[in-house]
């Protein structure tokens, strides 16, 4: 599952063309729950992922869906 918005504002830029990116993927005992913020024009981004093969994993549905960079949260 993959939620992209846009989001605006770029911080290197200014663009207005800033993206925000859920994705989700779980494999048998495996879920990754993974952020990313993209600039659509000068290509800046931030990344952050939640991988349950982590030994500080925490599936803490207000941490793995709430975005680190602009708090947005996952679409349902």
Known sequence: MVDIQTVGGCTKCGSD???CKYNFFQQADLEIHSWEHKC???GHRLTTAYRT???DFDLNAETVGCCP????QRAE
């Open 17 to 19: 063309s800033l993206i």
């Open 40 to 42: 659509l024009d000068c």
């Open 53 to 55: 093969d982590d030994e």
């Open 69 to 72: 960079y602009c708090q947005r």
